[in-house]
């Protein structure tokens, strides 16, 4: 009997749950260290005090209401679920609470014994996985008008009876083409932000169930995969609006005059973080330090094949970044170790939405290399591409090095 009760109050003393244990009067009889923790009061100070006391006040008149009319016929039963809960710490903060209520009996009289669990986490990640649903509700809206727009204007060119026959086609297929991609866009969409969301919202539960000291390991496993699915839903949103600024021509090269080694140092820093395990990036330059570029345009392009090579590399890999400048041309080639493109693929590599039929699983939108593709067109520069299936593949980029043209006087 004594190794029974040592157990059971090593598991009240240790829960990673506050447990509050109150009498039939609604007063605070019993608390774990968990809970003293949670509400911010010292060890004994909320015993005798009544249950509202960890209740926000403007809830309080109510709360002595239901308590009662719990306490006259008491079961067991959850709270929180389907409601905001708020309690009170100590020094008058709020913070969110899931709350399980059980009553029992013993030769004392009744009780109920509540288990409080701090959810804020949680809500932070259900609030950021709601501001994701409403960017992709917005970019759906987007594209629905713009459809709607040419739909119009292909409308009013059919009622024009001078129009000849083969523009009437090109509209047409035109249309075609937007819808294809406003349902290419849906599906996508849906798949792609499917898995990083449900990887935050696993993650944040899962983080609540680590509390001690020894289990920062773990916590900081689920914060890792958090990042990086954020990081996941960013890239595709930034590839969704990068597709809408090109069609609306509002992308635009305006060359400056860059220190080249050290933007990509910088570049090579920032990717790092979503290097696999092993991974190296090794970086190589020869020639001049200054050139004449677009640097958002060459950002843009850089980080999306230094991402590719990454994703489609396996663990230990190398992947060389290697940069050459002269006086008239830049020239920049990145070469990874990983899976290859196929050759009955690489004819479409650069097509919105293809992806090799080898990419398997990994998270893509099929519009990197469309966007790398059309960022340098703008740059004046050319890409070319080799690769081997299971060996690899090299990105071969040339561009322009020059000052741009001044603005001539009216």
């Not at 986490?121 to 709607?148: D, P």
């Not at 349902?183 to 935050?200: D, G, K, M, N, Y």
């Not at 991974?279 to 999306?304: C, M």
Request: charged share 25%; glycine share 6%; net charge negative.
């Amino acid at each position: 009997m004594t190794r029974h009760i040592e157990m059971l109050d090593a598991l009240f003393k240790h829960a990673t749950e506050g447990i509050v244990v109150v009498d039939k009067s609604g007063t605070i009889v019993m608390l774990n260290p968990k809970a003293t923790e949670l509400f911010g009061y010292p060890n004994t100070e909320l015993t005798g005090k009544k249950i509202e006391t960890l209740i926000p006040q403007r809830f309080n008149h109510n709360h002595v209401q239901y308590r009662d009319k719990y306490l006259e016929e008491p079961r067991a039963r959850g709270m929180g679920h389907l409601m905001d809960l708020y309690a009170r710490r100590h020094d008058g903060s709020e913070f969110p609470v899931e709350v399980s209520l059980s009553p029992f009996k013993t030769s004392e009289g009744e009780f109920v014994v509540s288990f409080v669990i701090d959810i804020t986490e949680r809500k932070k990640q259900e609030n950021r996985i709601i501001e994701a649903n409403l960017e992709i509700q917005k970019l759906n809206a987007e594209l629905e008008e713009r459809v709607s727009l040419r739909t119009k204007e292909l409308a009013t060119a059919i009622k024009k009876v001078e129009q000849s026959q083969e523009e009437v086609i090109r509209a047409l297929k035109k249309e075609r083409e937007l819808n294809n991609m406003k349902s290419q866009f849906v599906t996508i969409a849906s798949h792609e932000f499917r898995t990083p969301l449900a990887t935050i919202l696993s993650s944040a539960s899962l983080i609540g169930r680590y509390p001690k000291t020894e289990d920062e390991d773990k916590r900081q496993k689920h914060v890792l995969r958090i990042k990086s699915a954020v990081t996941n839903l960013t890239e595709i949103l930034n590839d969704f609006l990068s597709i809408g600024k090109l069609e609306e021509g509002r992308v635009h090269s305006v060359p400056v005059l860059m220190d080249l080694p050290e933007f990509c140092k910088n570049l090579i820093e920032e990717i790092k973080g979503l290097c696999k395990e092993s991974q190296q990036i090794q970086f190589g330059y020869d020639g001049a330090s200054e050139v004449w570029l677009d640097k958002q345009l060459l950002r843009n392009v850089i980080f999306n094949l230094l991402s590719n090579a990454i994703k489609y590399s396996p663990e230990g890999k190398f992947i060389f970044f290697r940069v050459n400048t002269g006086a008239a041309m830049v020239h920049i080639e990145i070469e990874d170790q990983g899976i290859g493109i196929p050759t009955a693929d690489q004819a479409h590599v650069f097509e919105r939405f293809f992806r090799a039929h080898n990419a398997g699983t990994a998270q893509g939108t099929g519009l990197g290399l469309n966007i790398v593709q059309n960022y340098i067109d703008l740059m004046g520069g050319k890409v070319t591409f080799s690769s081997e299936v299971t060996k690899g593949t090299t990105f071969l980029i040339t561009l322009p090095n020059h000052q741009p043209a001044p603005a001539g006087n009216d």
